[in-house]
């Protein structure tokens, strides 16, 4: 694509050539359908509309440097679709019928993959929808999977850069016995209003808090939290958060570069002795954090003192980003060539 300008690219919606549709109906999957339409054509009584069962994953698709195109641990997206469908009592996606959809979706939009060391990708959104029409409160007996797809740039403008966050305590994203850990629409319009403000008060994102004590540092708006301090990559234990698939590697790259991993709650407290602190997820990649204030105390957590990201995020995001493009041996077996 020569008219693109890869370097530039924001994290939003270019149309591409095509996306694919499966329908569940009659209690089974049909085929993969390639369509070339924006649009989907849904009954205006579908559950998705309603009652909120809809479940989505984001994945990347990377140019490598050797011009192979590698998508990053589609299975592990297939497996957390799966939860999350059994959440909001969605008919499952077989996970062998998501990745080859995740495949098929990205060679017939090859086109759009970035070129190698742009700084792009190109983004999946898989979806699962309810189509079936109900006026009561109950789950469809029809779904419809789609993936579509986006060249991307950084998620966060300051891309490697590190970001200001505000710590949110009367808003809360997810409720303790709530949906938080699905990837599901719900939480992400429960957390809209709190990040509108943030943005407005100019921070690039906000850090909510366990919604049950405000006590601990749960989720950092799309993405999940890490600090790092003496050697120790530590991140929330918290089951109103997402499994997050890139902290998910990063606790094992952190472990296979001699890190301590600590997998536990984190008091806000704590955050005064992180030498290290960031954002992790497909969308943000590694966005370091350069400063949390909360916005109730008013108390301000400063790192990146120098303005850059801190050493250990940035040979984490070298390893991952190498890794992505083919540059550093995938000894984990995370990526599935397409
Ligand atoms: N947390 C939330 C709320 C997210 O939306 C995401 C993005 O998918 C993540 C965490 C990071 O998860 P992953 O690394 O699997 O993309
Ligand atoms: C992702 O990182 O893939 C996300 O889904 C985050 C956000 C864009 C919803």
Redesign the pocket.
């Known amino acids: 694509m020569s008219n693109i300008d890869w370097k530039s690219l924001p994290f939003g919606y270019l149309k591409t050539d095509y996306n694919l549709r499966c329908y569940f109906k009659n209690g089974q999957w049909g085929d993969l359908e390639v369509s070339a339409d924006e649009n989907l054509n849904i009954h205006m009584a579908s559950t998705c509309l309603h009652y909120g069962q809809e479940a989505f994953?984001?994945?990347k698709a990377f140019r490598g440097i050797d011009g192979k195109v590698r998508l990053f641990r589609p299975e592990?997206?297939g497996k957390?679709l799966e939860l999350s469908a059994n959440g909001v009592m969605m008919q499952p996606v077989p996970v062998e019928l998501f990745v080859e959809a995740c495949k098929k979706v990205v060679k017939l939009n090859e086109r759009f993959v970035p070129p190698y060391g742009e700084g792009a990708s190109l983004y999946l959104r898989p979806m699962l929808i309810g189509v079936g029409p109900q006026v009561g409160v109950k789950a469809s007996a029809e779904y419809m999977f789609a993936v579509f797809v986006t060249p991307v740039g950084p998620y966060f403008k300051e891309g490697f850069n590190p970001i200001k966050v505000q710590i949110v305590r009367d808003y809360d994203?997810a409720a303790p016995l709530g949906t938080g850990t699905f990837?599901v629409g719900g939480?992400?319009a429960a957390?809209l209003a709190a990040i509108d403000r943030g943005h407005k008060e100019g921070y690039s994102s906000v850090l909510f808090l366990d919604a049950k004590e405000k006590k601990y540092i749960d989720?950092?708006?799309?993405?999940?939290f890490f600090g790092i301090k003496n050697n120790t990559y530590v991140t929330p234990d918290s089951h109103t958060?997402?499994?997050?698939?890139?902290?998910?590697s990063l606790r094992e790259l952190a472990a296979d570069m001699g890190l301590k991993v600590e997998l536990r709650s984190i008091p806000i407290e704590e955050l005064d002795t992180f030498e290290e602190v960031g954002a992790?997820?497909?969308?943000?990649v590694i966005s370091p954090i350069g400063s949390i204030t909360d916005r109730e105390t008013g108390k301000v957590y400063e790192y990146c003192k120098d303005g850059k990201a801190g050493k250990i995020s940035t040979q984490l995001y070298e390893r991952l980003r190498a890794i992505q493009e083919g540059e550093m041996e995938d000894k984990f077996g995370w990526n599935v060539i397409v």
């Open positions: 994953e984001g994945m592990e997206n957390r994203r990837k939480n992400y957390s989720e950092a708006g799309p993405a999940n958060i997402l499994r997050s698939i890139t902290n998910m992790c997820g497909t969308a943000a």
